[in-house]
């Protein structure tokens, strides 16, 4: 019998195959050509407004080679492009185009990665990704996890672990407000806002965070740390957990995580990792000492869409026994029948984490991880690092650029011009309102993509090289264009000085 139902979305193979061809054609020149555009248009929200109109909702429907031409116009010549080779803002990465092709082929077949039943090979995918990320920062064979959207995620994933972990036994029927001790969570000031938003959320309150003060070289301090924990059961309450972080979304700096596991063992803590951006770096032979006590750790963020190179959106709570994640996770409704196989290895995703029907967002960092390999990495994630060092190198050779930090592939510095106005009374604070000033000038101006950092009370201009397209020519250009603008913004603010 053939099939004679006639759809409004069904697409022939001859048109899929003439508008698929289009699409990659379009896409490869793109990705060419890529260097040659602006890192981005800088355009408003109210001009992008007027390009996409005002219709309403169509009442009928159009045909789909017309809107995936316009579509491709529009987010190809209208998009911030984190692949550019100068776009080092935040932490978003290049992304790798064989996932490009992944996601294509993913969403094709649309497994539901939630019951193994739904997804049979996407499920062994995701395991197998899983495993191959513990093993690509050797954590050892049996950790477990899940694949989730990002690093608020990966980490909320695992402080709900936590709290399960290491909450009173009836919490769950009876809610936290039933421990008579309050729960404290530990980590360090330069921690990122996924903790605040953690604890409020898991009912835990902000005031159970004890922010930790952080020591000349920017690590948690270990010792007010310990203090602090000592205090605190002086006075009567229950420590849980310790975060500590494998390179800070600032600065990069690692925390001393050695010292870290060391207490958690002493006081019986839950050790997570936040290591959403910096834990890849632990693939490089000759930084294993900087990521010792990784091993310990109960619990590991870590996200292939930052130095993964994976595109958008891939996180990974990767946790040393997996039983708790079930344990927080897992529920039984009557509607599922999903366990009617016996099999030891048999692992439905849903009972791993938040979310019930999930994508397939392994097979990108699945294939990306085999097309690349470790040595690839190693490769790519050690230029990383060297191109921030020498971002950091010519602005402290650099008369007008102060370099500041550089750890991991983070470098800030600022721009110090080298005459000040005459009646200047706060140089610190005419120096931020400069920086300030410059960042905003560069984001707009897509010649170069950079973020902010304050450190020590200084602003400052933020490189974040997770960009396998960042060459040395580049990092030479973008020194020449901070320090162009920069002294185009001098002169401005002199002028209004002048005037005043
Ligand atoms: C250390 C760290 N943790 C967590 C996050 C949050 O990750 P996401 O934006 O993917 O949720 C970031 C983001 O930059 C980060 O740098």
Redesign the pocket.
Known sequence: MTNNRETPIEISKEKFKKIGYQLIDTISNFIDTIEDKPVTAGESSGLLQKLLGNDSLPENGRPAEELLTKASELILNHSLLNGHPKFLG??TSSAAPIAALADLLAATVNPNVGAQILSPIATEIEKQTVKWLAEFIDVGPGYGGILVS????A?FTAFFAAITAKAPKNFKEDGLGISSKKLLVYCSKTT?T?VGKAAILSGLGSRSIRWIKTDDGNRMDNDVLERTIKDDLKEGHQPIMIIG?A???STGVVDNLKGVASICKKYDLWFHI?G??GIPAAVIPKLKTLFEGIKEADSI?L?P?KWLYSPLEA?CTLVKNPMHLTDTYSSHPEYYNFNNNDEDAYQNYYEYGLQNSRGFRALKVWLTLQQVGKNGYVKMISEDIELAELLFKLAKNHAELEAITQNLSITTLRYVPLNYPQNIKNKEAYLNALNEALLNKLQQGGEVFLSNAIVREKYCLRGCIVNFRTSKKDIAEIIDIIVREGEKIHRKFQEKQIQK
Not at 150 to 153: A, E, S, T, W
């Open positions: 935040y932490i990002g690093g608020n995620m980490n990122h996924w972080t390179g800070d979304v936040d959403a951006y963020a996200d869409h996180g």
